[in-house]
């Protein structure tokens, strides 16, 4: 197939390949500015004012300053890995975003150009792929900065990602049972029908309503996925200074912030993509090709400034509760839940769509009932557990002579 494709193909190819990666850097300088416009809002502070209009370029500023920052290397460092461990954690993100589908595409000089980097046929075990390789890059950093620190911090990260990465799979799982396919594309073209029944023939069949316990369950794993808030365990300042990139500074550091952010934006696409319809939306005669790309854009903004919000709110787990969560709340009522998406499928072919439909709304309701109970914790009492202790005896002190005049 690549050999049919002539010289104007390859430069566009390249082309949109290059496009879509500074677009990606666009973003994230964006999401950061957001970010910390949004909760120095909500904390009633002006936040950035200063760089570009409404502080804009602020994130820009920072990119700049520790571009020419003084990179700093510890001397116990592994040399090699402490310098591709940046790397290994900034790659899989700008890999996970290559088949996710933000356009309809054009026509430009004979050729279509689909907004799109690639539409894989396995597109879903694509994104896990690339989620499992970002673990690398943390696992590395830890353990080549030579430091006791970011090892513990790379240690509590990877178990954190690998935990949570199983609860995100089988939410996956569950959209892909629904669907009937892997590939993203075909996924959104399924997500632009609209419901059978009269009263919500306006609606769109997108799967956030039919399959709302596995967006909960993908968007709770992909907080901790990626580190952030309540789940930002592996950086907590308070216990590891700062995580597995302790050791680092100037452009490496930059590398890892940049990470971080691409990674939030690339679980928000995949959430849109998946569970929101992706980049469809209400059509327009004017620009037409345009629409669907500002459609993904909207979405992909209310999902980002829901994960800030959350961020803003919440305040951080405790990591054996974090833990605790992953495999004891999570992997569980994903299995569940898969169990009854196949009944979802099954069970019309048996009792009919209107009991099928009324035994999946029963089994969905038990999903967020054991949801919830999970996502708040268990509160604990302010008795003191067991028998009280007894009382420590204090030595008595003796009083001091007093000493004539």
Excluded: C
Aim: hydrophobic share 55%.
């Amino acid at each position: 197939m690549l050999a049919k494709i002539d010289w104007v193909g390859w430069i566009l190819l390249v082309a949109r390949m290059v496009v879509i990666f500074a677009g990606l850097l666009v973003v994230v300088m964006l999401v950061i500015w957001m970010e910390r416009k949004v909760v120095a809002d909500m904390q009633m502070r002006p936040g950035p004012n200063r760089a570009g209009p409404a502080g804009i370029l602020v994130t820009l500023a920072d990119g700049a300053k520790l571009f020419f920052k003084e990179g700093i290397m510890p001397i116990t460092a592994d040399r090699a890995v402490y310098l591709v461990a940046p790397v290994a954690a900034l790659v899989p993100a700008f890999l996970a975003f290559a088949v996710i589908p933000f356009g309809t595409g054009v026509r430009l000089f004979g050729h279509r150009i689909p907004f799109q980097g690639t539409d894989l046929n396995i597109g879903i075990l694509w994104i896990l792929a690339m989620a499992s390789l970002a673990v690398y890059g943390v696992v590395l950093a830890g353990w080549s900065s030579g430091s006791n620190y970011p090892l513990l911090g790379s240690i509590r990260a990877t178990a954190q990602m690998i935990s949570y990465e199983v609860g995100m799979g089988l939410a996956l799982v569950a959209v892909m049972l629904y669907s009937g396919t892997l590939t993203l594309s075909r996924i959104v073209a399924l997500q632009g029908r609209h419901f059978g029944v009269s009263w919500l023939t306006w609606l769109p069949k997108w799967n956030l309503f039919l399959q709302f316990p596995a967006f909960l369950i993908y968007m709770t794993a992909a907080l901790a996925e990626t580190n952030r808030p309540p789940f930002d365990l592996p950086e907590a300042e308070t216990e590891l200074v700062a995580g597995h990139h302790t050791e680092y500074s100037g452009i490496k550091f930059a590398m890892f912030y940049l990470a971080e952010y691409l990674h939030m934006v690339t679980v928000s696409s995949v959430g849109v993509t998946l569970f929101l319809g992706g980049w469809r939306g209400p059509m327009f005669h004017v620009v037409p090709w345009l629409w669907p790309s500002v459609w993904f854009a909207v979405k992909l903004v209310a999902v980002v400034y829901a994960m800030i919000w959350i961020r803003a709110t919440l305040p951080r787990f405790r990591y054996d509760r974090l833990m605790s969560f992953g495999w004891k709340a999570l992997i569980p009522i994903g299995l569940l839940w898969i169990l009854v998406t196949a009944a979802a499928i099954q069970l019309p072919k048996v009792y009919g769509n209107w009991k099928a439909a009324y035994v999946t709304f029963l089994a969905t309701i038990l999903v967020l009932l054991l949801f919830a109970p999970a996502l708040v914790g268990k509160p604990r009492s302010a008795e003191p557990e067991g028998p009280p202790a007894p009382p420590v005896p204090v030595p008595a002190i003796p009083a001091k002579p007093e000493v004539e005049p």
